[in-house]
């Protein structure tokens, strides 16, 4: 059963850096003539972040030449067939998917970061396409705390009662387990809990300099999304 929750509950991590690529493959354009500034480059960051945790960014950037709209509709399908294809491989029932992603769009809603600094690349390639290091703090989020201990607690009151585990399908037995441990870790969010800041470094860059399009790269996207969550809580050794 531990085996489930790693599954499981490693997706969250999983979204996050899922959704960041699929944001930054379409790129940031810009007009001007000089390319993107420091500012610009920091903006960018922080608003595909934004988009990726809550649905929604500020600010004066374009995060693709289709526009806000289709950006989180990106979103909301990347989610929606992630978690779809998640569930369906764990055999959890209708209710227990639904908790599962509500419970993934209310920890993206707590998740904490914020750039703190953009400083000029020294590995710029041109001139003629500036090049920024961008610094972000993130404070991972305890999303799955008491995770492993959730579902064994759950497992044990199950087997305590061997009549009506022989009985019952194995897929409700799951479902109901997940149910229960989804429930209270949505309820932890309430008040969440963090780990300490962690500061990482992502590259902002022409990813199509033809276009004027600059974002970060997938492997920088990847950094990001695995930061936002804390893996504390979980079993990870089964």
């Known amino acids: 059963m531990n085996r489930h929750l790693h599954f499981l509950t490693k997706i969250l991590s999983l979204a996050a850096s899922v959704i960041l690529t699929a944001s930054v493959l379409t790129g940031c354009r810009t007009s001007s003539v000089k390319g993107p500034d420091a500012d610009d480059a920091g903006k960018y960051v922080e608003a595909l972040l934004d988009l990726t945790c809550t649905g929604s960014y500020s600010g004066p950037v374009s995060l693709s030449n289709a526009g806000r709209d289709k950006e989180l509709e990106i979103r ?15 055999g959890l029932t209708e209710d227990v998917q ?22 000029t690349s020294e590995s710029q390639a041109s001139p003629d396409y ?4 961008v610094t972000v703090s993130i404070e991972p989020l305890k999303a799955f705390k008491g995770a492993s201990e959730l579902l064994d607690k759950e497992m044990d009151a199950m087997e305590s009662d061997t009549g009506k585990l022989l009985e019952t399908d194995p897929e409700l037995i799951c479902s109901t387990a997940f149910k229960n441990v989804f429930t209270a870790l949505s309820a932890q969010l309430d008040q969440p809990e963090y780990e300490s800041p962690q500061t990482l470094v992502v590259h902002y860059y022409p990813v199509d300099a033809e276009h004027n399009l600059y974002g970060i790269s997938e ?15 979980l079993n990870q050794d089964e």
């Open 76 to 90: 909301e399908s990347i989610i929606d067939d992630l978690y779809a294809s998640t569930v369906e491989d764990a």
């Open 98 to 119: 639904t908790l599962f992603r509500d419970f993934l769009v209310k920890a993206g809603q707590n998740c904490r970061y914020s750039v703190t600094d953009v400083a």
């Open 219 to 233: 492997e920088d996207c990847r950094r990001l999304g695995e930061k936002l969550f804390s893996m504390e809580g």
């Open 130 to 133: 500036p090049e920024y290091d």
